[in-house]
T-cell receptor, first 111, second 112 residues
Framework: EDQVTQSPEALRLQEGESSSLNCSYT??????LFWYRQDPGKGPEFLFT???AGEEKEKERLKATLTKKESFLHITAPKPEDSATYLC????????????FGKGTRLSVIA | EADIYQTPRYLVIGTGKKITLECSQT?????MYWYQQDPGMELHLIHY???????EKGDLSSESTVSRIRTEHFPLTLESARPSHTSQYLC???????????FGQGTRLTVV
């Protein structure tokens, strides 16, 4: 069973059209949830870490939130330069194992 | 800004050649990782290390090998490259397994 599921797989928005990306996880005793942005042909760029339900982090037009079951990445008034794949990750089920990544959401923002 | 470097950025090589992809980080992280990613596809963990002289295989079977002789250096080697090894290889490091990992820019490998 996948530990991390992201939806939708792809999202196309008009410039200025706000929306949210979802990351649901199945691990109990969450030890952190991480959001990344990845541009084509490049390595993922770290965005946010969330550790507790109710926690929120913001950076420019992005805001990440966390509940006990899922995390949302809210994009407010997106611009074309926000187009990228957004990945979320959680620590592995077994203690001291590497991060497990979701398959990502490909976001396209059209001018 | 993350201080993790991969060389080369791009590599085109013939079948049967031995290659080493370099990865170095200056953050003093004990944990280092190699991921393989095809265009538009998900990340697959192929190797990881929790410190000097520690290496483990990841979730995706890979014919590559790794070594960790120095904390800052985690090279990946393919003894005999094949076209099926064509992919992007991403190196990352972290302070702990439950903290954020920082990625290099990747090496795009093409085996012809």
């Amino acid at each position: 069973e996948d530990q991390v599921t992201q939806s939708p797989e792809a999202l196309r928005l008009q410039e200025g059209e706000s929306s949210s990306l979802n990351c649901s996880y199945t691990v109990s005793g969450l030890r952190g949830l991480f959001w990344y942005r990845q541009d084509p042909g490049k390595g993922p760029e770290f965005l946010f870490t969330l550790y507790s339900a109710g926690e929120e982090k913001e950076k420019e037009r992005l805001k990440a939130t966390l509940t006990k079951k899922e995390s949302f990445l809210h994009i407010t008034a997106p611009k074309p330069e926000d187009s990228a794949t957004y990945l979320c990750a959680v620590p592995g089920l077994e203690g001291n194992t590497p991060l497990v990544f979701g398959k990502g959401t490909r976001l396209s923002v059209i001018a | 800004e993350a201080d993790i470097y991969q060389t080369p950025r791009y590599l085109v090589i013939g079948t049967g050649k031995k290659i080493t992809l370099e990865c170095s980080q200056t953050m003093g992280h004990d944990k280092m990782y190699w991921y393989q990613q095809d265009p538009g596809m998900e990340l697959h963990l192929i190797h990881y290390s929790y410190g000097v002289n520690s290496t483990e295989k990841g979730d995706l079977s890979s014919e590559s090998t790794v070594s960790r002789i120095r904390t800052e250096h985690f090279p990946l080697t393919l003894e005999s490259a094949r076209p099926s090894h064509t992919s992007q290889y991403l190196c990352a490091s972290s302070e702990r397994t439950d903290t954020e990992a920082f990625f290099g820019q990747g090496t795009r490998l093409t085996v012809v």
